[in-house]
């Protein structure tokens, strides 16, 4: 069914001439190819998204016609006129705007500073303030929102919604013909996505070429008129909206086979009894938090970005503490307000963010593995108690279970390859005698032989009896590795599913299918 | 948003379109204990003598002429740790080419401006072009200009004109020369930070380097612009001071404090040490309430050493109000 959609890219020709124009655009980064061979065209008055996982080369694709990176091969076309840009500001100048996730504006500035940063109307040097003002408002009307943005007022004090709205005024004030927005509306409430799209088909009108990327299905659904799926850095397809359904380009997005080895799944016996209960659970962001982790088992998170996965696991963790519902851990109830807690209740965090979260880069291997031992007794317990031997003892006892290879244990950790920084981070909580693990992309950044030895070593800890919950946004990483999974959605679980669920049955329950229609669409997807 | 509501105070309204800095508060709170201390506990000057408020605004003007160029670069997300001894190398220099001859005056004049824009040149590239942190880069500047006067001057040295000493004890009508050299350079440095292409561009390096630089702005032009005239703020403070003291000494600048006070002063006055925020009307506020502490505590014959743990108290409450603030803002 997928496959019969009609492909626009073999279509004859249109008989518009493309805004913009890339072809057989390549660029490699040291042990990947972000993208391969990719040929696109924009037209004018055309709200065109790009979709695709994590890693499939959206954002690389967007770097390079917006000239924050050189292609490493392909040409690109302006208007019919070939272009190649080493700065971004080359490329602004020439008509393409791009709106980056996060905000580049200066949050002490007016409105109408930061519209016309470095483009300030003046004589001699001084400011004409006034006529500042007015082009301002003159720029807040082409997007109909002069009324709701002052050029005076400080950008700090606007909603980001409206953040948003100078930064588009920005680009358009550079008089763009292209507009490229990376994932515009994660930060965006309902109504303000309304305005969004209210907005966009006014650029259309306009004749501008609007490009995004997104995640979000629904919204992708909502704004687009073409869409294009990017896979592993290749082009996989480009389908208009009418035609396709949110399903048919899950299935384009997806369907890969697993790449590499995972080790056997749990079997019964492993598992055990409920370890971390977790009920009706809430804060700031998560709402209705509701799971059972049991002991010997790999519960995986899956999700889209944004849908709450890193924060269920600060939640847990104490970073942001839960502030209503209950946590029972061991049967016992617990109330984890910070770190600290956590780690006193012998669960372990393997964070997302390796580099300023897990690790001292510029300490040695030894302090790091001693962290959290050291963080949670007493002061001078460790010299005193067991004297410095044990101390000295264990850290090789840990290196030899995480299987390190290392020369030293006094050598720098920011020296050492990713896969064996994210070991260190493990033997750190192994020494805290952790028996909850929470890992956030435990393999992000990390190659593909380290992948499999980080899989291994997960697994290896559930025999041991540890309880393990993994969040991942690598679908063959969560399905390879887990003996159940939760999926979120908007800030809550939106569901729970079986081992070896597929990567459709998962992104559908991700983007907010209803989990009883699952089985009916994966079953219509999976035809094909 | 910009719309207020109704229940907000006429006085925040006001203050808020014309941009009085909270530090003003401090400055009225300051001014008003210092005066009823000193009512209780001393003469009652502060309050109603006239002539000592003069001398408060007096002593603050060093201080205040170079707190204008530390505001500069600190809204540029800079630091300037040299001016203590540019100013010494101003004082020195200039009574040492003036030897109290009034016709050699258009000649130091020049000279000393011209040292303080290799200074301040220098401390500029080193930042932009070295890529060295701004704290060190000026240390090592200042320990440089340390050396070199030290070698070739050990004590006062030469002296001014008698013409030349009205920058410091001249009068128009009652208002001390001093003073009105002072809010005129504070006037030069608001426009030039609120009205002119630099300014606007020195807050764009400062709030966010990056953006500045993908908007167009050529943000090492701009950070060694600011340290030109950071340094010549410098300059003008030592020909002041030498004018004051009649002759030129290597100590005068670093016995001042004048590197950790201008930044102290800037900082109270609600400019953000990380870059991008504040401006010359705050630090105003700032040195003029280090003028009234100083002036209080010499009426009220409060040990040195006290003072400075009264300073240092009262710098860090003045930052933490801020930062309490600004959070309550975010939250």
């Known amino acids: ?528 | 948003m910009t719309t207020t509501t109704a229940t907000e105070s006429w006085f925040k309204r006001t203050s808020r379109s014309i941009h009085i800095p909270p530090v003003y508060i401090f400055l009225i709170v300051t001014f008003l204990v210092s005066g009823l201390l000193d009512q209780i506990l001393s003469d009652g000057q502060i309050l109603t003598n006239p002539a000592i408020m003069l001398n408060i605004i007096v002593r603050s003007v060093a201080l205040g002429i170079v707190a204008v160029g530390q505001t500069m670069v600190i809204i540029g997300a800079s630091i300037d740790l040299s001016v203590a001894f540019t100013i010494s190398i101003t004082a020195v220099m200039s009574s040492y080419i003036m030897l109290g001859d009034p016709a050699k005056v258009p000649i130091a004049i020049p000279a000393v401006f011209g040292i303080g824009i290799i200074i301040g040149l220098a401390n500029g590239l080193i930042i932009t072009k070295l890529k060295v942190n701004p704290f060190i880069a000026t240390l090592g500047v200042s320990l440089i200009i340390k050396g070199i006067i030290n070698a070739t001057f050990s004590n006062y040295t030469g002296s001014v004109p008698k013409s030349f000493e009205y920058f410091g004890y001249g009068k128009i009508g009652s208002i001390p020369v001093s003073i009105i050299i002072m809010l005129f350079v504070f006037l030069v440095g608001w426009f030039i930070l609120a009205r002119t292409k630099f300014g606007a561009h020195l807050y764009g390096v400062g709030g966010n380097a990056e953006v500045a630089r993908l908007s167009g702005v050529r943000t090492d032009r701009v950070v060694i612009g600011a340290h030109i005239l950071c340094s010549l703020t410098a300059v003008l403070s030592g020909l002041f001071l030498v004018s004051q003291m009649r002759s030129g000494a290597p100590w005068v600048g670093p016995n001042g404090l004048y590197d950790l006070n201008s930044i102290a002063t800037t900082v109270i006055g609600g400019t953000a040490l990380s870059g991008g925020k504040g401006g010359v009307w705050g630090t105003l506020a700032g040195v003029l309430i280090f003028g009234i502490l100083d002036t209080t505590f010499n009426q009220l014959g409060v040990n040195p050493y006290l003072k400075m743990v009264l300073r240092g108290a009262i710098i860090i409450l003045a930052v933490a109000s801020y930062t309490i603030r600004s959070k309550k803002e975010a939250a």
């Open chain 1, 1 to 528: 069914m997928a496959n019969d959609i009609d492909d626009i890219n073999t279509k004859p020709a249109e008989e518009k001439q493309p805004t913009m124009e890339v072809q057989h655009i390549s660029k490699r980064f040291p042990g990947v190819v972000a993208l391969d061979d990719v040929s696109l065209q924009f037209f004018p008055g055309e709200t065109h998204a790009v979709v695709g996982e994590n890693g499939a080369g959206k954002s690389t694709l967007m770097k390079i016609m917006s000239g924050a990176y050189t292609p490493d091969s392909g040409t690109m076309y302006l208007g019919g006129e070939k272009v190649s840009f080493s700065h971004p500001q080359q490329a602004q100048l020439k008509g393409i705007a791009i709106i980056y996730q996060e905000f580049n504006l200066l949050p002490e500035r007016t409105v109408a500073h930061n519209i016309f940063l470095a483009r300030e109307s003046s004589r001699l040097g001084t400011l004409n303030i006034q006529k500042m003002n007015k082009d301002a408002v003159e720029v807040l009307k082409e997007l109909g929102v002069e009324k709701m943005i002052s050029p005076t007022a400080l950008v700090s004090n606007l909603s980001v919604a409206e953040q948003q709205l100078v930064e588009i005024a920005k680009a358009i004030s550079f008089k763009a013909k292209v507009l490229i927005m990376d994932e515009p509306t994660a930060a965006l409430t309902y109504t303000e996505v309304d305005l969004l799209v209210n907005l966009i088909s006014r650029l259309k009108q306009k004749g501008m070429s609007v490009i995004f990327i997104s995640h979000r299905l629904r919204e992708v659904f909502d704004i687009a008129e073409k869409i294009t799926v990017l896979k592993d850095g290749k082009l996989i397809k480009t389908v208009v909206k009418k035609d396709v359904t949110p399903s048919d380009v899950v299935y384009l997005m997806v369907g890969r086979t697993l790449d590499h080895y995972f080790p056997p799944l749990g079997t019964p016996e492993d598992f055990g009894e409920v370890v971390l209960k977790v009920s009706n659970a809430s804060n700031q962001i998560l709402s209705d938090i509701n799971f059972e982790l049991r002991r010997g088992e790999v519960l995986g998170v899956a999700g889209l970005q944004g849908s709450g996965r890193t924060e269920l696991a600060q939640s847990l963790f104490g970073v942001m503490p839960f502030k209503t519902g209950s946590m029972e851990l061991h049967g016992k109830s617990i109330a984890v307000k910070n770190p600290a807690k956590a780690i006193k209740n012998r669960m372990g965090f393997v964070t997302e963010d390796r580099k300023s979260e897990g690790l001292a880069p510029r300490q040695p291997i030894r302090d790091n593995m001693l962290l959290t031992v050291r963080s949670v007794q007493f002061l001078f317990s460790i010299i005193l108690k067991d004297g410095i031997r044990k101390s000295r003892n264990l850290v090789p006892m840990l290196g030899e279970q995480v299987d390190i290879r290392t020369d030293s244990f006094d050598r720098e950790v920011q020296f050492l390859s990713g896969g064996n920084q994210q070991k260190v981070v493990l033997a750190k909580w192994l020494a805290s005698d952790a028996n909850v693990f929470i890992f956030d992309e435990p393999t992000r950044g990390i190659d593909v032989e380290s992948k499999a030895g980080i899989h291994d070593m997960i697994r290896a800890l559930t025999k041991k009896g540890i309880a393990v919950l993994m969040i991942s946004s690598e679908l063959p990483e969560i399905i390879g590795m887990s003996d159940r999974i939760l999926v979120m959605a908007d800030h809550r679980i939106a569901g729970e599913l079986p081992a070896r669920s597929s990567e459709q049955e998962i992104m559908l329950m991700a983007i907010g299918h209803a989990s009883d229609k699952i089985t009916e669409l994966a079953a219509v997807v999976g035809e094909n």
